[in-house]
Nanobody, 132 residues
Framework: QVQLVESGGGLVQAGGSLRLSCAAS????????MGWFRQAPGKEREFVAG????????YYADSVKGRFTISRDNAGNAVYLQMNSLKPEDTADYYC?????????????????????????WGQGTQVTVSS
């Protein structure tokens, strides 16, 4: 069982930055690949970024590539999403999610991180609002 708690959301002006954190409790955090997703009002939840169990492989949606950075700290049981050059269209509730990934697993294609049904655990979300 893994519990996930997001933090770091808030209100920011366009062009600004935020750093989201996702604290994980439970066992064997390093056995899980992690993803960040977001859901804007009236829209479906979408993939934002993913990171492999080791942290060596990262994946990004085209809409955030070059602006967002995902990272993880396995010793600290946390995953982060650094968001720079924020735009009003980044406004959404942001969720972190965990899916089991056996250590030593070869790098997976990005679509393996995009499929929401593959994730075993989800946080409650943190709200990000970007004003123009």
């Amino acid at each position: 069982q893994v519990q996930l708690v997001e933090s770091g959301g808030g209100l920011v002006q366009a062009g600004g930055s935020l750093r989201l954190s996702c604290a994980a409790s439970g066992r064997a955090f390093s056995r899980y690949a992690m993803g960040w997703f977001r859901q804007a009002p009236g829209k479906e939840r979408e993939f934002v970024a993913g990171v492999s169990w080791s942290g060596r492989n990262t994946y990004y949606a085209d809409s955030v590539k070059g602006r967002f950075t995902i990272s993880r700290d396995n010793a600290g049981n946390a995953v982060y999403l650094q968001m720079n050059s924020l735009k009003p269209e980044d406004t959404a509730d942001y969720y972190c999610a965990a899916k089991y990934q056996r250590p030593g697993t070869n790098p997976q294609p990005m679509d393996a991180y995009q499929r929401q049904k593959e994730y075993d655990y989800w946080g409650q979300g943190t709200q990000v609002t970007v004003s123009s």
